[in-house]
Each structure stands twice: as C-alpha cells, then as structure tokens.
C-alpha cells in the first residue's frame, strides 16, 4: 500500500530551501479523498502552512516600509536587513516555501474535488463547486503575496504528489513517478511567467472565476460555518474585496467600483465602532470586523504565532523586541485630533519603549497577553479594507463625493468627527488619495499592508510614494541612501537566489 505525502513536487526536488518543505500529513490514499468530511479536512488544511508564516509577512510589509524600525540596541542582523531595505539572499525570513506548501494542498484539492464527488452522492453540484472556488481562491492569494514581494517565482498549476506527466525532450508525452525524476527534469517543469503581468492576469482570472461560484454567507454544504471557520477561510466576501484590489492595481477602476459593492453591503460584516475594534486583535475570530484571518487558539490546542516574540520587549513573556514604531514617523499618520481607538490601541509608549501594542495588548490600557501566548489574529483582510478600497476606485473615476463618504465612514466608526465638506477640498484627488492613503495606514498599521499600500500608491498616482516615505524613517544621510536606492522598482521587491533557478 503506498502512502501518499500531501505535498506536490515542491517537497520532493531537494534541490534547493525553499521548496524544503515539512509533509502536513501523511496518509493512505486508499482511505482518504472519499467522501465529503475527507473534503472539509482536506480544505481546512490548505489554511494551516499559511498561519506559521504571518511574522514574515509583518517583516515584508512593515519592516521595509516607514512605520517599523528595530527595538533592540542590537538589532537581529537578519530582522535588520528588512529594517534597513538591505535584504541578502541568504535571509532565512525570505523562505517562501510555506507559500508553496499552501499551494501544493490547494493544487490536490483542485484535482480530487470532483472525483470525490462521484464518489459520494450526497455532493451536490454547488458543494463541489464550493470546494474547488476555495482551494482556487486561496492559491490566487498565495500568488498575489509572491506577485507582490518577490521579482521571480516560479507557477505551479498541477499537484505533483505522486506522477506526473510531461513531454520529454524527444517530444514524447510520458508518464513517470515524481520520486524518480532527476533534479533537471524537476527544474525543467517549473513555469516562470514571461512578465509580471502575466502573473497579475492569472490571479484576476482566477478570482473572477471563483466570485461564480463560491457560496454566500457562508452556507458551505448547506450548513453555515461556525465562527472559527466562517472567518478563518476565505470566502464569497473576501473574494469579492480581493476583486476590487486586483481591479485597482490592474487600473480596472469601474470594475473595482463594482467589486467593493458587495462586501460593503453583505449584512455579515461592518465597520463596526470605536468601542469594540480591538476586539479583532483581542478576542478569536472577532465577527463583522473580520473577512477572511489567520486564527489561534491557545486554550484549545496551543496555536500560537511568532508576534509577541517579534514585538513584545519582555523577555520573561518571549519577546524579543524585534520590531517597534518609528516615533516621529508615527507622530505624522496617527490622527491626535479626537478619541481615535486606533491610537489607542495599535502602539503604546510604556516607559523606555516604544511598541506595537496589537499582538501582545489585551486591552486598550496595560494590560498583556500572557507569556508565550501570542495567539492574536492575523488579518488579511477586513471589513475596512472594502470601504478604502471602494473609495480609491471611486477616486480614480472621479466620484470625489463617494470617495469622501467612505472615508468619513471610516473615520466616523473609529471615533474620529466626520471632515467637513466645506472645509476640506476633497475634489482635489491628490489630497484626497494621501487622506485615504493615511488612513489605510491607520487602519491597518503593523498588518504586513503598508510597503503594498505605498506600491499601490505609486501606481494610481503616478509617481514615487514609496521611495521618500520609506527614506522618511532614516537619518538623513542614509535616508538620501535609501531613496536613491527605491527610486528604481526592481529595488521594490525581495532578492532570491538566482542560484535556485539554475
């Protein structure tokens, strides 16, 4: 009886780290993939890779970015590269191979949905559909954080647990099992696209394609998911706010525009208020604020991730101190005009130090997760990130009346006075893009957004945001540095090997 590894042919190369990856299961294929409850297991393992590797999307997004600096006198030298944009590629925290773990189990989804569904008659159409809408939309989202931060990636399409087939270099279609393949014939099935486009294109699709087909509100083989899974997986919502971000960096505004309706309007999720916004950090798989998350649960089976190590000083609590605001930077993002919770809550100064407050606070005051608990979710995406995000597609079609709305929505729910019409020139777009850019920066500060969020800025704009941001957080010798530096875009995204791919 032959076992089945749940990996594809990244964990069976052995050519290089990053496709080194750990076997999420090992199990009898003659056994598993029958019937609907192997599906569920089977999907709900897609999410797990995902979860271990949330402190390296808060070192992609925030470290290299303006609002994070290092907390230690001495810094980690490896954290530091990202602090300082100087990232080596022997940096373990560029592993992505947690990415492709996500990508091989979505990939034997895909191909086992529909003959588990001849199996067990009890499948209907649309729960297989379902299924397969999943495991296609998380793996889009796998390869929208690659399309993102790195400049080269390789495309894998097809599950290469077990055999392959291909077309040798005599031109025969031939049939072979992926543990005997040679490293070079490995090497010669990966697919690297052409241009970053290419790879964009094949993530929209991918969305739009799922957008007809995933459930609404959760109703996922006719039941509707509890909390813990409704908003730890992704779904019809989430989908349909990844459309409208695919739609703006596309420069498919009306569409994007049209996208951003549904989320906003689906009666599961809202801005919520002021008072209960830390609940999402605080409590497990906080509702209405939440659309699709990396969740833990501590008191159940000690699910923890590494962000109160990366941000926490207290040793005795196993922080590390790896990461802390930059003050001054902080000072200029953060509105100190009203009772903003977010200012309250994302980052606190507690005597010497300066920290960021979200994943190891319990409260909006002092109070601390307990030692090696560091169970706070990590978000992907938010009821938030739908009203920002239809009000920069608005910007673009010049609807400057919606665009302030959905601004002042935000602000609203987060204690802040609305602006005033009269009193702010909001038909003025590059205003109006840095107060909804501002106020992403808010919103999501510390959240792995921010380095995307002043990409994104640059490409609606039209020009550089991220060089002189990020130069900001410097001294002013290596600020100038560090502008010269990102003022070209292929100094955008993170190094690999070029080794790897030989």
């Known amino acids: 009886m032959r076992k089945l590894l749940w990996i594809g042919l990244i964990a069976l190369c052995g050519c290089s780290d990053f496709f080194e990856v750990t076997p999420y299961n090992a199990i009898e294929e003659e056994e598993f993939y029958k019937n609907r409850e192997d599906l569920n297991a089977a999907a709900i393992g897609m999410y797990q890779s995902l979860s271990k590797e ?11 970015a303006d609002m994070v600096t290092t907390g230690q006198p001495e810094p980690d030298p490896y954290v530091n590269e990202f602090v300082r944009n100087n990232v080596t590629v022997n940096n373990p925290y560029t592993d992505y191979s947690g990415i492709y773990e996500t990508i091989a189990r979505c990939n034997r989804q ?51 647990a077990e055999e392959i087939r291909f077309v040798n270099e005599q031109g025969d279609t031939v049939s072979r099992s992926t543990m005997a393949l040679s490293i070079h014939e490995i090497r010669g099935l990966y697919q690297f696209p052409e241009n970053k486009q290419e790879v964009w294109l094949m993530i929209y699709n991918d969305v739009l394609t799922v957008l007809g087909i995933l459930p609404l509100n959760y109703q996922w083989d006719r039941n509707s998911l509890p909390a813990q899974q409704r908003y730890g997986r ?40 002021s008072g ?4 999402q950090f605080t409590g497990s798989f906080a509702a209405q604020h939440s659309m699709f998350l990396a969740g833990y649960q501590y008191e159940r089976s000690f699910e923890t991730n590494r962000l109160q190590e990366f941000t926490s000083p207290i040793p005795g609590d196993g922080g590390r101190y790896h990461l802390k605001p930059v003050s001054h930077v902080i000072d200029t993002v953060f509105s100190y005009e009203g009772p903003d919770i977010r200012t309250d809550f994302s980052f606190k100064v507690i005597g010497q130090d300066t920290v960021i407050w979200k994943y190891i606070g ?47 929505m935000v602000r609203e729910a987060r204690g802040l006075l609305p602006l005033l019409p009269e009193e702010t020139d909001y038909t003025n777009k590059t205003l109006m893009m840095e107060l909804l850019f501002r106020e992403r920066a808010r919103e999501f500060a510390f959240e792995g957004k921010r380095w995307y969020d002043l990409m994104l800025w640059s490409k609606l704009s039209g020009e550089n945001k991220l060089a002189p941001h990020v130069a900001s957080k410097y001294s002013p010798e290596m600020g100038g540095q560090i502008r010269d530096k990102l003022q070209f875009e292929q100094n955008w995204y993170i190094p690999v090997d070029p080794l790897l791919w030989k």
């Open 362 to 408: 319990m409260d909006n005051v002092s109070s601390r997760r307990p030692p090696y608990q560091s169970s706070a979710s990590w978000h992907f995406y938010r009821s938030a990130d739908a009203y920002l995000l239809k009000a920069l597609a608005d910007l673009m079609l010049n609807d400057y009346s919606s665009a302030f709305n959905f601004l002042n």
């Open 110 to 160: 895909l191909e086992r949905v529909y003959s588990v569904k001849e199996l067990d008659d009890k499948i209907l159409d649309r729960d297989a559909g379902a299924y397969y809408g999943e495991a296609l939309l998380l793996r889009a989202y796998c390869y929208y954080l690659l399309a993102r931060t790195f400049d080269r990636f390789p495309i894998i399409r097809s599950d290469y």
């Open 54 to 64: 949330v402190h390296k999307f808060l070192l992609w997004g925030d470290a290299r």
């Open 234 to 273: 992704v779904s019809q919502p989430m989908a349909a706010t990844f459309a409208t971000e695919l739609a703006l960096w596309l420069g498919e505004y009306q569409s994007a525009s049209a996208f951003a309706n549904s989320p906003v309007l689906n009666n599961n999720h809202g801005l919520g208020t």
């Open 276 to 279: 209960n916004w830390i609940n």
